[in-house]
């Protein structure tokens, strides 16, 4: 049994932390194991109350009413204004957004940018599959170099784009900025802890979250595993700032 | 507050406007006409923040809603188009988004001051329907009454909410007095604290969006009754009607006075709300007997005239005659020379 069906089957058996809609996630997805989590912690902070989770569109729209807080969609690439409106206007509460890498790192760039360098006090978990998921795996600012996709079938000729090694140079100190993966779930706890905590501190956090999606890598199996560990090597794990 | 005399640009009426509806926060993006608007709110001491662009002014105020904050924006022409955007998900998610657009020469960047050419962006932006609520002042009193509106009937009826003006209003500076008489709706958080609500813009089923587009089709038709208002000016005895809406209604008016002294039988029809529009009071107009001409007089290429004669009983479309002026400002001397040419 793989570490991600591993934390899946422990999900099915943990009635506490996320709320029972039908399964929306592809199997395999990595974005449950996250969801999980980030429930169990708010929990057991008691924070569940005050917590609101934004959702940019993309594979984090199926996010909706998957955990007993506060849920709402947003648009493509529009998470991060949102939340920050909503908390300057109601600062006691404690203001999530969810959204992809296309919607963190192409389009919603501009504000992810502002947002951190204005030192917004929410937090913003972005993960990165390296393609955009739901639209069938089009090719994203973090796919790979040669990394084949719907719309560089010859492979991408570009690097990928590296967002928390750019947003290190904008923020300001107390922010949080991490990377980790959803296959190392103690760290993944532990940096979703960080940047819940610095929010509450009144500083910006963003912690990029290396995620399955064998949907559009094609994988199955060990070769899921083996996709996201060449992820991992290429995209620096740890605390960035 | 008592009534008194007071002398005062459009853009510093909008703002006491918007302080007197009890705004609490205003996020926005500098864009002429509009920036004094911005400038003048954050100079009295309010709450604000100057965004990266449009669009993100525009979802600040989506999550400020959600959260129970009466807060708005104000934009023109090119930053109008980047906030629907957002106010598409306003329109989605029934958000009480208000909006103060001060219209420019278009299309593209255009001119900076003066049109008439947002009146379909701001009814009919976005991807959706049009369930939206667009007033459109006449003078800086009506600016102030009617950006109060504008805030009451976003919270009471749950639609984007626009205040349709220009850069000749924004910029006039005239004696006015404030009727602070309005009682405010209050806000309330759409997302409350501990409610676990779940707010979806995004549905899987075709079944279920054509279920939202609905209910607020009905809430729409249903509240238009209330919402809806227009105004109308020596009609009735009129052979010629005009229908003129904002500034230029202002100078319809003078130009009526005018050819009223020399006997010419000129009325108006002014469409205070643009949408919901007021087809009822425009067709009992339209349909007296005495009425020979219908002219729309606006400044753009018939957007006006396009929504009027959407509205109008079929009997009476044939009669219309569009006189456009578009991106251009409309004297009064312009209204009489069409009234002289028309009636001779």
Redesign the interface.
């Known amino acids: 049994m793989s570490i991600g069906t591993e934390i899946l089957h422990f999900i099915q058996n943990d009635k506490k932390y996320m709320t029972y809609v039908p399964a929306k996630f592809c199997p395999g997805c990595g974005y449950p194991i996250i969801l999980m989590l980030l429930g169990k912690l708010l929990a057991e902070k008691k924070l569940d109350p005050k917590a609101v989770l934004g959702l940019d569109i993309g594979c984090s729209l199926l996010a909706i009413n998957s955990l007993p807080i506060n849920t709402f969609h947003t648009h493509h690439g529009r998470v991060t204004p949102t939340m920050m409106g909503f908390k300057r206007a109601r600062p006691n509460s404690i203001c999530i957004g969810l959204t992809g890498d296309g919607g963190g790192y192409a389009i919603g760039l501009q504000s992810l940018m502002h947002a951190a360098r204005r030192d917004e006090p929410i937090t913003i978990f972005l993960i990165n599959n390296s393609v955009y998921a739901m639209t069938g795996g089009q090719t994203a600012p973090t796919t790979l170099k040669n990394q084949k996709t719907d719309t560089n079938p010859d492979g991408s000729k570009e690097e990928p784009f590296f967002g928390l090694e750019l947003l290190k140079n904008v923020v300001k100190n107390g922010s949080f900025l991490a990377r980790t993966a959803v296959n190392d779930p103690k760290q993944l706890q532990e940096f979703l802890a960080k940047a819940i905590e610095t929010q509450q501190a009144g500083h910006f956090a963003l912690v990029e979250i290396l995620s399955f999606c064998p949907t559009n890598w094609k994988t199955w199996g060990q070769s899921t595993i083996d996709f996201l560990n060449n992820l991992k090597k290429e995209f620096k794990m740890g605390e960035v700032k | 507050m008592p009534k008194t005399d007071q002398f005062l640009t459009g853009a510093e009426v909008a703002v006491q406007a918007a302080m007197d509806a009890g705004a609490?926060?205003m996020?926005g993006y500098p864009i002429t006409p509009t920036t004094e608007i911005f400038s003048g709110w954050i100079k009295r001491g309010n709450?604000y923040?100057q965004?990266?662009?449009e669009?993100?002014?525009?979802?600040?105020?989506?999550?400020?809603?959600?959260?129970?904050?009466k807060?708005f924006t104000a934009t023109a022409g090119p930053g109008h188009i980047l906030m629907q955007?957002?106010l598409?998900?306003a329109e989605g998610?029934r958000l009480p988004f208000v909006t103060i657009v001060g219209q420019r020469g278009g299309p593209s960047s255009g001119t900076v001051i003066y049109s008439q050419q947002e009146v379909f962006l701001a009814c009919f932006g976005g991807n959706g329907e049009g369930f939206r609520i667009v007033y459109s002042p006449s003078g800086l009193e009506e600016l102030y009454s009617l950006t109060r509106k504008a805030f009451n009937s976003a919270w009471k009826y749950r639609f984007p909410t626009f205040v349709l003006t220009d850069g000749y209003t924004l910029k006039m500076r005239g004696i006015v007095n404030l009727e602070n008489t309005t009682k405010n709706i209050d806000a309330y958080?759409l997302?409350?604290?501990?409610?676990?609500?779940?707010?979806?813009?995004?549905y899987?089923f075709e079944e279920d969006l054509n279920k939202v587009i609905k209910d607020a089709q009905a809430d729409f038709n249903k509240f238009a009754k209330e919402i809806v208002e227009s105004a109308e000016y020596q009609t009735k005895d009129a052979e010629i009607l005009l229908i003129a809406h904002g500034i230029v209604a202002a100078s319809a008016t003078e130009a009526i006075d005018e050819a009223r002294k020399k006997g010419i039988k000129v009325g108006m029809f002014r469409p205070i709300t643009l949408r919901p529009f007021d087809a009822k009071k425009l067709n009992s107009i339209a349909g007296q007997k005495k009425l020979k001409k219908i002219a729309v007089i606006e400044s753009s290429a018939g957007q006006l005239e396009r929504l009027v004669k959407e509205n109008m009983d079929p009997e009476n479309i044939l009669s219309i005659r569009g006189v456009q002026f578009p991106a251009l400002g409309i004297e009064t001397q312009d209204i009489i020379n069409f009234i002289n040419n028309v009636s001779s």
């Open positions: 609490g926060a996020y709450k923040l965004t990266e662009d669009i993100a002014a525009g979802f600040a105020i989506c999550g400020a809603v959600l959260a129970g904050q807060a955007d957002s598409s998900m998610m958080p997302v409350p604290e501990g409610k676990n609500v779940h707010l979806p813009n995004i899987t």
